[in-house]
């Protein structure tokens, strides 16, 4: 069981906006802005798309967005495109021995 | 252009040992801490641990703590993972990655990842 909960599959038709949520503890999303989610296609290394909350590195989409409530981190992405079919995994900073902790992914599909 | 190159895939019986390797290229290797991620057959991604390659200050998670080791050689700009007797469930992708600014409560983000390592083990 993975220490953060994210849904296991979405999904959208291209135009469309989804949101992926990420729900952690007090120990983790709740106390850090520090989520940061990854995009993962088939048989590729994962890629960073946001950091510290709701930062884009360089050369990312800002069709993606990322916000936080409580103890629920959440990905929005605008504008679906048939591109973005992918897993997206959440990962935060965590207080406790753990130290980070991923979500378990969640599969979206491009309808 | 900042790249991380891992050693090829390696296969392996139950018992072996195993260092796979990172190098690190396109920036000051030395600056900025790395770790491993582990990916199971099918599975998601897991947190093993991170290395500062300044001190060799090192960081473990919980469920990989003792079985394996994390390292760095910054003379070579390179990352070791390292077990000293491999399990059939070590079967996975292995992921070296860069992080943005440390670790730490003011920043935790993986911003470069290597293409991975697959490790194969068989009886």
């Known amino acids: 069981q993975s220490a953060l909960t994210q849904p296991a599959s979405v999904s959208g038709s291209p135009g469309q906006s989804i949101t992926i949520s990420c729900t952690g503890t007090s120990s983790d999303v709740e106390s850090y802005n520090l989520v940061s989610w990854y995009q993962q296609r088939p048989d590729k290394a994962p890629k960073l798309i946001i950091y510290e909350g709701n930062k884009w590195p360089s050369g990312v989409s800002d069709r993606f967005s990322a916000s936080k409530s409580g103890n629920t981190a959440s990905l929005t992405i605008s504008g679906l495109q048939a591109e973005d079919e992918a897993d997206y995994y959440c990962c935060s900073y965590a207080s406790s021995a753990t130290f980070v902790v991923f979500g378990g992914g969640t599969k979206l599909t491009v309808l | 252009e900042v790249r991380l190159v891992q050693s090829g895939a390696e296969v392996k019986k139950t018992g072996e040992s195993l260092k796979i390797s990172c190098k690190g290229s396109g920036y000051k290797f030395i600056n900025y801490w790395i770790g491993w991620v582990r990916q199971m057959p099918g599975k998601g991604l897991e947190w093993m641990g991170i290395?500062?390659?300044?001190?060799?200050?090192?960081r473990y998670s919980p469920s990989f703590q003792g079985q394996v080791t994390i390292s760095a050689d910054t003379s070579i700009n390179t990352a070791y993972l390292q077990w000293g007797s491999l399990k059939a469930s070590d079967t996975a992708m292995y992921y070296c990655?860069?992080?943005?600014?440390?670790?730490?409560?003011?920043?935790?983000?993986?911003?470069?990842w290597g293409q991975g390592t697959l490790v194969t083990v068989s009886s």
């Open positions: 290395t500062d390659p300044r001190d060799s200050d090192t």
């Open positions: 990655v860069r992080y943005v600014r440390g670790c730490s409560s003011t920043s935790c983000s993986l911003d470069y």
